[in-house]
């Protein structure tokens, strides 16, 4: 006779690491969401892998109860994509930074996505560089003055969602460190998604760049700077929801409510096949348009990893299962003595 585990709750997902981030830095929310949301979702500790790369972001596999890499500069999405590869009923889970995961990383993160691999991925966007004391990463915005931009920045910065959707990501996603309720979501449909789901998170350095995203979190003003997406749904944002976002042509405006038709305001629609309008939401940028949070793509198609076993079992039936022992003694050999 068997009896059903006990329910998981965030504590379980707890290490027994001293978490170690700056008082106050937007990471603890971070970390607390996940651990409440794969509590709620009842993962499986031994079946889940955190795998990070290099930056404070990069400390998360140390404060999760699951298994976890933290690995090198940049390679974590090609680390994961071993681990997933080796045992595709793993549930793996990629940290990153803007600047671990664009920098140095872009390419591993491109390949990552292109595939489809079933791996979620977490870029914490804070626009800096913080674990190597505050130089401008690629998300920086033009005119940052830095220690490595001291005249400001010059670089045109990536936008990370165009990046992700641009490379093909069939599950495209953003979120505030802050801001609970929304992040949570967007956390649980990313963890339910077959294949790559990429998940772009405003976070807070209070060190080196602090209130970088104020416009998206301050109380007083956040509703009229960010929109909610909701499947189905027109673009209604503003603190009194009197705004919405209407097409002009292929180009997004703000439009007063009271004076504009409802059939005209833009309607989302997260699993077109086309991820036109994710690219049209992901340029919308603060301050001139309300900046989307929630989930922009969500389409289904076959994952790597899939038709890896699909090839791999070809193969089998075909020549059959092989000899590994026969596979290294083949050929031109020599000893060494």
């Not at 649980?188 to 104020?214: L, M, P, S, W």
């Not at 960010?226 to 097409?247: A, N, T």
Request: charged share 20%.
């Amino acid at each position: 006779m068997t009896t059903a585990s006990a329910p998981l709750t965030p504590k379980d997902l707890k290490s027994d690491q001293e978490v170690r981030w700056c008082p106050g830095c937007g990471d603890y929310s971070i970390l607390a969401q996940t651990q409440k949301v794969l509590a709620d979702i009842g993962i499986d500790r031994a079946n889940t892998v955190f795998v990070s790369g290099i930056g404070c972001s990069s400390r998360f596999p140390y404060y999760m109860n699951t298994y976890g890499f933290h690995s090198i500069h940049g390679r974590a999405p090609a680390i994961a994509t071993g681990v997933k590869c080796a045992n595709p009923q793993l549930d793996v889970w990629v940290v990153t930074g803007d600047g671990d995961g664009l920098s140095i990383g872009a390419g591993q993160l491109l390949h990552a996505i292109r595939r489809n691999i079933s791996l979620k991925i977490l870029l914490f966007n804070n626009r800096i560089y913080g674990l190597t004391k505050g130089q401008y990463s690629p998300t920086s915005e033009q005119g940052k003055r830095t220690a490595s931009t001291p005249l400001g920045s010059i670089d045109p910065p990536v936008n990370p969602l165009s990046f992700a959707l641009g490379v093909g990501a069939t599950f495209v996603g953003r979120a505030i460190d802050v801001d609970i309720k929304s992040l949570q979501l967007v956390l649980k449909r990313a963890a339910a998604h077959r294949g790559t789901a990429f998940v772009e998170i405003y976070q807070d350095c209070n060190v080196y760049n602090h209130k970088a995203f104020e416009f998206a979190t301050d109380r007083n003003t956040k509703e009229d700077h960010i929109v909610y997406l909701e499947h189905g749904k027109p673009l209604i944002f503003g603190k009194d929801r009197k705004k919405g976002v209407r097409l002009n042509g292929f180009t997004p405006e703000v439009v007063d409510l009271a004076g504009t038709p409802a059939d005209d305001l833009l309607i989302h629609d997260e699993s077109a096949h086309s991820p036109a309008l994710a690219f049209l939401l992901a340029q919308m940028k603060f301050p001139s348009m309300p900046e989307p949070m929630g989930v922009l793509r969500c389409v289904e198609s076959t994952t790597y990893e899939h038709m890896l076993e699909d090839q791999m079992a070809t193969a089998r039936r075909q020549s059959g299962a092989g000899d590994l022992d026969k596979l290294f003694s083949q050929g031109d050999t020599w000893e060494v003595e």
